[in-house]
């Protein structure tokens, strides 16, 4: 059974679509992270999950069932900039709770119990003025825990913090998920947080679901051509070959596990090679290294440990990215 489901659903701004989604779910229990560019529809998918917003066509189920605002107790929603109530942080913690009847003495407990297990404590006594806008996202998440939901929903939930606040409110997220059956889904900017934390990391593209991982998506115009011909796309400072019978505003994938990587260009059948330096590494779950060079556009590569080692490959050593027409997703 899924949580928290959209189905169906194609959502428009002035007659504008600005999210289409066959199925979308959260799973019972899982952190699902969605990430894309700014524009993708990432903010706009959590407010119809949230039921902030009704799709223009299409369903929002939970636990199989029409969603509605009774229903709506059951998920919540901390937005990127959480707007926090007059009074004290204590107070802001305390109203969902005074609102659901909850007695005094539990609130309490509730409350240093939450703001505990968020390293909130020494913020209990001060107000909106005497706190700074990552800890202001800090509290805002705290509030949301204090309830207790079955779905919490986090757009952008550490983009005011620093690195150390960031993974420290990722730790609390895991042991929170760890104590209870929660599932989260998280918009987030940062890949690595994403690939690190979430149990399912989803792309968005123009409001639309990517059939590829997150990385190297780009939007691009393509020329008018015959089917199956060969196009050459400008990206960045860069023309990629990719085959596709489209034409017109689409979506340019190139997966990173089709990219070869070497330290100089290989002779091979690929029609895009491109050199350029390594940018960063990032080691992922299972072994698996993400490799980001700037080769005249940014692009992300995966290597195994053994390969990244073999060659010899560290930030701003020189790189060579090959991978065929062939594997250019075009959507």
């Known amino acids: 059974m899924q949580v928290l489901e959209l189905r169906g659903v194609r959502h428009r701004y002035d007659g504008r679509v600005v999210l289409d989604l ?31 917003e009704r799709p223009s066509e299409g369903a929002v189920l939970l636990d199989g069932r029409p969603a509605d605002l009774a229903l709506r107790r059951r998920v919540t929603l901390v ?16 109203f969902g709770l005074r609102v659901r009847g909850i007695r005094r003495t539990e609130v309490n407990r509730l409350v240093d119990n939450v703001a505990g297990r968020l390293g909130i ?35 952008e939930p550490a983009s005011s913090a620093d690195r150390a606040a960031a993974q420290s409110l990722y730790h609390a997220l895991a042991e929170e998920r760890a104590r209870r059956p929660l599932a989260v889904c998280l918009a987030s900017h940062q890949l690595e947080d994403a690939y690190r934390w979430a149990d399912d990391v989803r792309a ?13 998506l780009f939007r691009i115009e393509l020329p008018v051509g015959a089917p199956g011909d060969l196009k050459h796309v400008r990206v960045g400072n860069v023309e990629i070959a990719a085959l596709t019978d489209k034409s017109g505003p689409a979506i340019l994938a190139v997966p990173p596990t089709d990219i070869l ?17 390594v940018t960063r590494l990032v080691h992922q779950r299972g072994g698996a290294v993400h490799v980001t060079a700037d080769v005249g556009v940014e692009l992300v590569a995966v290597v195994t440990e053994d390969a990244a080692r073999d060659l010899g490959l560290t930030p701003g050593s020189p790189v060579a990215f090959a991978f065929k027409a062939s594997a250019v997703r075009v959507f």
């Open 22 to 52: 066959e199925r979308f779910a959260v799973p019972p229990g899982a952190l699902i992270a969605i990430v894309g560019p700014n524009g993708a529809g990432k903010s706009t998918l959590l407010r119809l999950l949230a039921l902030l």
């Open 79 to 94: 937005e990127q900039r959480p707007v926090l109530l007059r009074g004290t942080t204590r107070q802001n913690l305390e």
């Open 121 to 155: 404590t020494p913020l209990l006594d001060r107000r909106r003025h005497e706190l700074s806008d990552g800890e202001v996202q800090r509290i805002a998440v705290a509030r949301a825990l204090a309830v207790e939901p079955d779905v919490l929903l986090l757009d």
């Open 204 to 216: 968005l593209a123009d409001g639309r679901l990517s059939p590829v991982t997150p990385e190297n």
């Open 261 to 277: 990587v070497s330290r100089e260009p290989l002779t091979s059948s690929a029609r895009n090679v491109f050199c350029g330096r």
